[in-house]
Nanobody, 125 residues
Framework: QVQLVESGGGLVQAGGSLRLSCAAS????????VGWFRQDPGKEREFVAA????????YYADSVRGRFTISRDNARNMVYLQMNNLKPEDTAVYYC??????????????????WGQGTQVTVSS
C-alpha cells in the first residue's frame, strides 16, 4: 500500500520559516517526480513546486520562487519543502504528491498518481 505522509506544518508569524517533510512508503520514490501543492478553503488546489527523479528538472510557482526550496532524499524516501519568508497568503493545507512519470515536471494535479493527506500551514500577520 502506497502512502505519502506529510509533517512539519504549524503556525508561524509572517517572515518566519517552516520545513515540511513527506515520507513515502510502498513505493521507491527515486523513480518518481515529486511535487508540492497547496489548497486554501474555498479555493482550488494549486501547484507549488516539483522536482523530477534525477533532480535535473525543477520548477516553482511564481508566488513562491526565491522563498521555497524543494529537495529530496532518495535514500530515505523523503521529500522536503523549505519555506522561508512566509507570508499570510501562504496559509493553506500543503500536500505532497508523486508522479510515476519521473522524467517530466508537471503542474497539473491530474498528472500525479499518489497524494498525502496534507499538513496545515498557517501564517499570521
Amino acid at each position: 500500500q502506497v502512502q505519502l505522509v506529510e509533517s512539519g506544518g504549524g503556525l508561524v508569524q509572517a517572515g518566519g520559516s517552516l520545513r515540511l517533510s513527506c515520507a513515502a512508503s510502498g513505493l521507491t520514490l527515486r523513480w518518481y517526480t515529486v511535487g508540492w501543492f497547496r489548497q486554501d478553503p474555498g479555493k482550488e488546489r494549486e501547484f507549488v513546486a516539483a522536482k523530477n527523479w534525477s533532480g535535473g528538472m525543477l520548477y516553482y510557482a511564481d508566488s513562491v520562487r526565491g522563498r521555497f526550496t524543494i529537495s529530496r532524499d532518495n535514500a530515505r524516501n523523503m521529500v522536503y519543502l523549505q519555506m522561508n519568508n512566509l507570508k499570510p497568503e501562504d496559509t493553506a493545507v500543503y500536500y505532497c504528491a508523486a508522479d510515476s512519470a519521473g522524467g517530466r515536471i508537471s503542474t497539473q494535479i491530474s498528472r500525479y498518481d499518489y497524494w498525502g493527506q496534507g499538513t496545515q500551514v498557517t501564517v499570521s500577520s
